[in-house]
């Protein structure tokens, strides 16, 4: 290990030698901690997180020794659990062991627990992939963003989703189904506001419990009264069960199935039956320009082999990238100096990178300027409590097991 | 503790019906009325549901029972079998080995491994006189070395055997799905299998004695140890054709499945009295039934807590249990 | 070296405080009156609602929620109780799980309690008691480590609970809990209101459980179902188990041996990916109940003759 780390530097340091034109400082060797579900109630996501967190640092690494940029972050890991006790224990053994940033946890009481017990005292920049607006509510000294839009803004891109398929809301009747938690449960009360508001008419919601083991009965209640559309804010886990339920009912149509951010992927996992989303509609974080990082990405994940995707992992990704990037922007590990230069490097109005220029960004960077990165999930101006600002959506649909974007929307207007 | 589903014929056992006929009634009844109330489409789907639950549940459930009923350990491991048959079953499916040869080697497996446990731990710690408390550290133990071991070596993402669950069989206007229909029968066989080899097979006759007396059944000459880790086989296997059976037709796991139904193969199996292998069969019947019922009237998010009420309820009024014998006071 | 962290064992120090607290209560009942309960994470529950309940939605001081949180868990004890303490011990364990699982689901989706969002804001007057122990303990050179207020009051209140037990136990009334689990007949022979004892006896731990469950909500400052499920009530019984039957003292050392265990193998450090890190930890800590369950079967601390549970 003592020895890879050497051997790192001393590649980094030739690196930085050879490229004169950066301005020779201290290399930065950033630990970046991975806040991971391996245990629990949600540990099918743990993998992918993994996997995305170590993706992001190989390529940020490769790009920053190409463009002679001085920094090595390495990655260390620790299990949350699914529970905010063992999530705050997990997050003080990844500051002892030296992380300057956390990616991660999944969800918003691991969050809040690790904000209030550790991060706010240390200055830590937490990045968690929560939605829930409670996250909100507690005084973060700055310190937590989010690279996930916050429900209220997605209920929005939903409705303009669905408004687009049927021409209208009025009349119109969604049914509308959850998993039984936070995720679905803020979701689900936002969306029907706010379709409800436009003149359509909803029923349910039906809410499952994720380890039933049937379904049957929830799918059943579903598709009853032969609904204009279906909101089903589900995990890819869960609806692997669920779709298959919704397909024997023999009256779901996918076609009419409204989907968010949570079951939003390149490549739709091979569990998911193809009955059973093929066809549907939903909405994600939109890129401002038809940018290539989505493919950057995907091939990044195909080529690495193991997990599939989950659920955010491009959120993942991005938040490690983001991480790095404001490590050089600080020119330090020192996870005060990260947290103050976030913004320094997705500031709107400034020069626009993407994964594909991340090398660019990393040298822009490097050199003082202020820039503006757009990750894979989209982009992100964070707003002064650390969400994004961006209201910018995608509209996409499932042809042949793949994401097509149909339009971009601002859910704000 | 292992019990007969009829009673043994007394003098009052034509004024008695025996509780499965009971029950029977009951849920012809209940039926009846759902189906004047909600109509037949809903109150048959609903049932049908309630059936494919009780299946899965059920089948888990015989093992958990058998262990608790003649060695009185809380088998706290028992859902992780499940898991470990299917796991087991998985990775030999992905070498390219067809899938029923497959699921037949991880039974094998599992009850293999539940007969080196009982090998390694059990049989010491009987040996001890271990109490009760002991014996349920050590099952949380081996539940816990179970779940993280394979996990340790098949990840915690989910996995699938990618059979096809969406065909369907129809009738009439209701419907399930052909591997659930597939898991239903094979569960019920399986129970009623279990139930008659109790009954009527020696091995099964000294299984009954040991879960009488331990201690008896040893004076008289019982091989109690060569019962007990046949008892530890049997459950074994059952579990990995339950979790089998479980992972092909609900579609999708991940190592924790196991350990999160072990609290409704519970339920089932001391709603239907501890120790009856019929009695984990209609434990379960009741349980799905009033679950997918309550869904005609509730939200479906109150369905795992309907399943808890019930089981308080029906001990309020059986404090044993459906199949349950009236306490003998010793 | 960093498993030397000082802010890490700190938080170790209040998870095995609050797990203490938590395992008093089944030593109680398990240890000292041969009652099963594995309800004991339903009890923490109804106490750490009342108290954020109580404090949020009521304006409550946090201090003043303590009694009535307590109140609330000890009539869940007694309503839990008077029905299901006549069930056999197995069928008893049972029911007392169903119960917690109820509770959970509940308050997960009723309206009341605030569903899956659960409950937040309600530790603004401990951070500032926090705040203030802080400044104090920052003249001795202790003021960085944030943690240290809530565990030197968890560990106060643990010891407080330690010491009211003990002398409990040797009063005429732990004398005649200790018969009831030695021989209940015998007991109500005697003319002892064998129930009542019992009531008592789930009462007390259902108390203890909501002072856990009080600590519990100031350590994550967010309450919400997940927390309560039965995992929790499985790790206590594990630090009671361990620590030793019908003995106080096995329950601290237990809960110290087992969370040093559990939270010290974050820094097992192996070429080996996060996930397979993960997973190891748990077959380690399972791997280590077998061994201790089969080689030292009276736990720590326990004595062997204690150990006859009646069925």
Redesign the interface.
Same mark, same amino acid.
């Given at each position: 290990m003592l020895r890879r780390l050497m051997m790192g530097t001393l590649f980094a340091t030739g690196i930085s030698l050879a490229a004169v034109s950066t301005a020779p400082a201290d290399p930065i060797n950033l630990t970046i901690g991975k806040l991971l579900e391996l245990t629990g109630p949600l540990s099918e996501t743990g993998p992918s997180q993994d996997k995305a967190i170590k993706l992001a640092i190989d390529y940020a690494n490769k790009a920053a020794a190409a463009a002679g940029v001085d920094i090595k972050a390495a990655d260390v890991g620790a299990d949350v659990q699914g529970d905010p006790q063992a999530a705050l224990s997990a997050a003080r053994a990844l500051v002892a062991k030296g992380a300057s940033c956390l990616i991660g946890p999944s969800i918003t009481p691991e969050s809040i627990a690790i904000a209030n017990g550790l991060t706010i005292q240390k200055k830590i920049t937490i990045w968690p992939v929560g939605t829930s607006m409670r996250l909100r509510t507690i005084k973060d000294e700055g310190t937590i963003f989010r690279t996930v839009p916050p429900d209220s803004l997605q209920a929005l891109a939903l409705v303009a989703g669905i408004i687009d398929k049927l021409g209208t809301a009025s009349g119109k009747l969604v049914s509308i189904a959850y998993r039984n938690e936070p995720y679905g449960e803020g979701l689900a009360k936002d969306f029907k506001a706010a379709w409800e508001a436009k003149g359509g008419k909803t029923q349910g919601p039906v809410v499952f419990d994720p380890n039933q083991a049937t379904f049957d009965s929830e799918a059943g209640e579903i598709v009853a009264n032969n609904p204009d559309a279906y909101v089903i804010i589900d995990y890819p886990d869960t609806f692997a069960k669920l779709g298959a339920s919704l397909v024997r009912t023999g009256k779901f149509d996918a076609t009419k199935l409204f989907v968010p951010d949570a079951l939003a992927f390149s490549t739709v996992p091979g569990n998911i039956p193809a009955q059973a989303i093929e066809g549907a509609r939903g909405t994600r974080g939109g890129t401002p320009t038809d940018t290539d990082a989505y493919k950057v990405f995907d091939k990044l994940w195909e080529t690495a082999g193991g997990a599939e995707h989950f659920s955010l992992d491009a959120n993942s990704f991005d938040s490690t990238t983001l991480c790095m990037l404001a490590a050089v922007a600080g020119k330090s590990a020192d996870p005060a100096a990260i947290q103050e230069h976030v913004r320094a490097v997705t500031t709107p109005g400034a020069p626009k990178f993407y994964l594909t220029t991340l090398s660019d960004a990393f040298k822009a960077v490097a050199g003082g300027e202020k820039i503006d990165y757009v990750g894979v999930a989209g982009a992100f101006e964070f707003a002064a409590n650390g969400d994004p600002t961006i209201s910018r959506f995608d509209i996409f649909e499932y042809r042949a097991g793949k994401l097509a974007v149909l339009k971009q929307i601002d859910a704000a207007k | 503790m292992i019990e007969e589903a009829s009673a043994p014929p007394s003098p009052r056992w034509h004024s008695r019906l025996p509780p499965a006929a009971w029950l029977a009634l009951v849920i012809i009844a209940a039926l009846a009325l759902l189906a004047g109330v909600k109509g037949p489409v809903e109150a048959g789907q609903a049932t049908i549901n309630g059936l494919v639950d009780a299946g899965y549940v059920a089948l888990g459930a015989v093992g958990l029972t058998l262990i608790f009923g003649i060695l009185r350990i809380i088998n706290f491991a028992h859902g992780d079998f499940l898991t470990l048959g299917a796991y087991v079953a998985l990775m030999i499916a992905a070498s390219g080995l067809p899938i029923w040869l497959a699921a037949a080697l991880a039974i094998l497996v599992t009850a293999a491994v539940a007969a080196a446990l009982d090998k390694l731990v059990w049989e010491p710690m009987r040996r001890m006189q271990t109490s009760t408390l002991q014996l349920l550290l050590a099952a949380i133990g081996i539940a816990l070395v179970l779940r993280y071991t394979i996990q340790f070596f098949a990840g915690s993402q989910v996995r699938s055997f990618g059979q096809d669950i969406l065909s369907a069989v129809n009738l009439g206007p209701w419907h399930l799905g052909t591997l659930q229909l597939v898991a239903l029968l094979a569960g019920i066989a399986l129970i009623v299998a279990v139930g008659l080899g109790l009954r009527f097979t020696a091995v099964g006759k000294q299984m009954r004695a040991l879960s009488d007396n331990m201690a008896l059944a040893e004076v008289t000459g019982i091989d109690t140890r060569g019962a007990i880790r046949l008892t530890w086989i049997v459950a074994g296997a059952l579990a990995a054709i339950a979790g089998i059976l479980y992972a092909a037709a609900v579609g999708t796991i991940n190592p924790n499945f196991g350990s999160l139904i072990l609290l409704s193969l519970f339920t089932a199996a001391v709603l239907g009295g501890i120790g009856n292998a019929y009695g984990a069969l209609l434990g379960g019947i009741v349980i799905g039934l009033a679950q997918e019922w309550s869904t005609l009237f509730l939200n479906a998010r109150w369905k795992p807590a309907v399943g808890f009420a019930i089981l308080i309820l029906t001990l309020l009024v059986l404090p044993r249990g459906i199949f349950g014998r009236v306490p003998a006071r010793t | 070296m /960093?498993?030397l962290?000082a802010?890490?064992w700190i938080?170790?120090g209040v998870?095995a405080g609050?797990y203490g607290i938590f395992a008093l209560g089944l030593q109680l009942n398990?240890g000292l009156t041969g009652l099963l309960n594995l309800g004991q994470a339903g009890f923490m529950c109804i106490g750490a609602y009342a108290m954020g309940m109580l404090v949020v939605d009521a304006g409550w001081p946090i201090l003043a929620t303590l009694p009535v949180a307590i109140a609330a868990a000890v009539l869940a004890g007694v309503l839990v109780g008077l %029905? @299901?303490l006549?069930?056999?011990s197995?069928?008893f364990?049972?029911?007392t799980?169903?119960?917690a699982?109820?509770v959970r !689901?509940?308050l997960?989706?009723a309206a009341f309690a605030g569903?899956?969002?659960?409950i937040?804001?309600y530790?603004a007057e401990w951070?500032d008691f926090a705040a203030w122990a802080s400044d104090r303990l920052a003249a001795i050179g202790l003021g960085e480590q944030?943690?240290l207020p809530l565990l030197f009051s968890i560990w106060l209140v643990f010891a407080l609970c330690v010491a009211v037990l003990r002398w409990l136990r040797r009063t005429p009334w732990g004398r005649v809990l200790t018969a009831i689990r030695e021989d209940e007949d015998a007991a109500a022979a005697l003319g002892k209101n064998v129930l009542a004892f019992k009531l008592q006896s789930l009462a007390i731990a259902a108390a203890l459980a909501a002072i856990a469950g009080f600590f519990?909500a100031l350590?994550?400052?967010?309450l919400?179902p997940?927390?309560f499920? %039965?995992t929790f009530t499985?790790f206590g !019984?594990?630090v009671l188990?361990?620590g030793g039957?019908a003995s106080y003292g096995g329950v601290v050392l237990g809960t110290i041996v087992l969370w040093t265990l559990i939270?010290g193998l974050?820094?097992l450090d192996l070429p080996l /990916?996060?996930?397979?890190?993960? @997973?190891?930890?748990?077959?380690l800590?399972?791997?280590?109940?077998?061994?201790? /369950?089969?080689a030292r %079967?009276q736990g720590l601390l326990g004595r062997r003759a204690e150990?006859?549970?009646r069925?």
């Amino acid at each position: 290990m003592l020895r890879r780390l050497m051997m790192g530097t001393l590649f980094a340091t030739g690196i930085s030698l050879a490229a004169v034109s950066t301005a020779p400082a201290d290399p930065i060797n950033l630990t970046i901690g991975k806040l991971l579900e391996l245990t629990g109630p949600l540990s099918e996501t743990g993998p992918s997180q993994d996997k995305a967190i170590k993706l992001a640092i190989d390529y940020a690494n490769k790009a920053a020794a190409a463009a002679g940029v001085d920094i090595k972050a390495a990655d260390v890991g620790a299990d949350v659990q699914g529970d905010p006790q063992a999530a705050l224990s997990a997050a003080r053994a990844l500051v002892a062991k030296g992380a300057s940033c956390l990616i991660g946890p999944s969800i918003t009481p691991e969050s809040i627990a690790i904000a209030n017990g550790l991060t706010i005292q240390k200055k830590i920049t937490i990045w968690p992939v929560g939605t829930s607006m409670r996250l909100r509510t507690i005084k973060d000294e700055g310190t937590i963003f989010r690279t996930v839009p916050p429900d209220s803004l997605q209920a929005l891109a939903l409705v303009a989703g669905i408004i687009d398929k049927l021409g209208t809301a009025s009349g119109k009747l969604v049914s509308i189904a959850y998993r039984n938690e936070p995720y679905g449960e803020g979701l689900a009360k936002d969306f029907k506001a706010a379709w409800e508001a436009k003149g359509g008419k909803t029923q349910g919601p039906v809410v499952f419990d994720p380890n039933q083991a049937t379904f049957d009965s929830e799918a059943g209640e579903i598709v009853a009264n032969n609904p204009d559309a279906y909101v089903i804010i589900d995990y890819p886990d869960t609806f692997a069960k669920l779709g298959a339920s919704l397909v024997r009912t023999g009256k779901f149509d996918a076609t009419k199935l409204f989907v968010p951010d949570a079951l939003a992927f390149s490549t739709v996992p091979g569990n998911i039956p193809a009955q059973a989303i093929e066809g549907a509609r939903g909405t994600r974080g939109g890129t401002p320009t038809d940018t290539d990082a989505y493919k950057v990405f995907d091939k990044l994940w195909e080529t690495a082999g193991g997990a599939e995707h989950f659920s955010l992992d491009a959120n993942s990704f991005d938040s490690t990238t983001l991480c790095m990037l404001a490590a050089v922007a600080g020119k330090s590990a020192d996870p005060a100096a990260i947290q103050e230069h976030v913004r320094a490097v997705t500031t709107p109005g400034a020069p626009k990178f993407y994964l594909t220029t991340l090398s660019d960004a990393f040298k822009a960077v490097a050199g003082g300027e202020k820039i503006d990165y757009v990750g894979v999930a989209g982009a992100f101006e964070f707003a002064a409590n650390g969400d994004p600002t961006i209201s910018r959506f995608d509209i996409f649909e499932y042809r042949a097991g793949k994401l097509a974007v149909l339009k971009q929307i601002d859910a704000a207007k | 503790m292992i019990e007969e589903a009829s009673a043994p014929p007394s003098p009052r056992w034509h004024s008695r019906l025996p509780p499965a006929a009971w029950l029977a009634l009951v849920i012809i009844a209940a039926l009846a009325l759902l189906a004047g109330v909600k109509g037949p489409v809903e109150a048959g789907q609903a049932t049908i549901n309630g059936l494919v639950d009780a299946g899965y549940v059920a089948l888990g459930a015989v093992g958990l029972t058998l262990i608790f009923g003649i060695l009185r350990i809380i088998n706290f491991a028992h859902g992780d079998f499940l898991t470990l048959g299917a796991y087991v079953a998985l990775m030999i499916a992905a070498s390219g080995l067809p899938i029923w040869l497959a699921a037949a080697l991880a039974i094998l497996v599992t009850a293999a491994v539940a007969a080196a446990l009982d090998k390694l731990v059990w049989e010491p710690m009987r040996r001890m006189q271990t109490s009760t408390l002991q014996l349920l550290l050590a099952a949380i133990g081996i539940a816990l070395v179970l779940r993280y071991t394979i996990q340790f070596f098949a990840g915690s993402q989910v996995r699938s055997f990618g059979q096809d669950i969406l065909s369907a069989v129809n009738l009439g206007p209701w419907h399930l799905g052909t591997l659930q229909l597939v898991a239903l029968l094979a569960g019920i066989a399986l129970i009623v299998a279990v139930g008659l080899g109790l009954r009527f097979t020696a091995v099964g006759k000294q299984m009954r004695a040991l879960s009488d007396n331990m201690a008896l059944a040893e004076v008289t000459g019982i091989d109690t140890r060569g019962a007990i880790r046949l008892t530890w086989i049997v459950a074994g296997a059952l579990a990995a054709i339950a979790g089998i059976l479980y992972a092909a037709a609900v579609g999708t796991i991940n190592p924790n499945f196991g350990s999160l139904i072990l609290l409704s193969l519970f339920t089932a199996a001391v709603l239907g009295g501890i120790g009856n292998a019929y009695g984990a069969l209609l434990g379960g019947i009741v349980i799905g039934l009033a679950q997918e019922w309550s869904t005609l009237f509730l939200n479906a998010r109150w369905k795992p807590a309907v399943g808890f009420a019930i089981l308080i309820l029906t001990l309020l009024v059986l404090p044993r249990g459906i199949f349950g014998r009236v306490p003998a006071r010793t | 070296m /960093s498993i030397l962290n000082a802010d890490f064992w700190i938080g170790v120090g209040v998870i095995a405080g609050i797990y203490g607290i938590f395992a008093l209560g089944l030593q109680l009942n398990v240890g000292l009156t041969g009652l099963l309960n594995l309800g004991q994470a339903g009890f923490m529950c109804i106490g750490a609602y009342a108290m954020g309940m109580l404090v949020v939605d009521a304006g409550w001081p946090i201090l003043a929620t303590l009694p009535v949180a307590i109140a609330a868990a000890v009539l869940a004890g007694v309503l839990v109780g008077l %029905p @299901s303490l006549r069930l056999r011990s197995d069928y008893f364990a049972i029911a007392t799980i169903a119960f917690a699982e109820i509770v959970r !689901y509940v308050l997960q989706n009723a309206a009341f309690a605030g569903g899956n969002q659960g409950i937040i804001g309600y530790d603004a007057e401990w951070r500032d008691f926090a705040a203030w122990a802080s400044d104090r303990l920052a003249a001795i050179g202790l003021g960085e480590q944030m943690q240290l207020p809530l565990l030197f009051s968890i560990w106060l209140v643990f010891a407080l609970c330690v010491a009211v037990l003990r002398w409990l136990r040797r009063t005429p009334w732990g004398r005649v809990l200790t018969a009831i689990r030695e021989d209940e007949d015998a007991a109500a022979a005697l003319g002892k209101n064998v129930l009542a004892f019992k009531l008592q006896s789930l009462a007390i731990a259902a108390a203890l459980a909501a002072i856990a469950g009080f600590f519990l909500a100031l350590n994550v400052t967010y309450l919400y179902p997940g927390e309560f499920d %039965p995992t929790f009530t499985f790790f206590g !019984y594990a630090v009671l188990i361990l620590g030793g039957f019908a003995s106080y003292g096995g329950v601290v050392l237990g809960t110290i041996v087992l969370w040093t265990l559990i939270e010290g193998l974050r820094f097992l450090d192996l070429p080996l /990916s996060s996930g397979e890190v993960g @997973s190891l930890r748990f077959v380690l800590v399972g791997l280590t109940l077998v061994v201790l /369950s089969m080689a030292r %079967p009276q736990g720590l601390l326990g004595r062997r003759a204690e150990m006859q549970l009646r069925q």
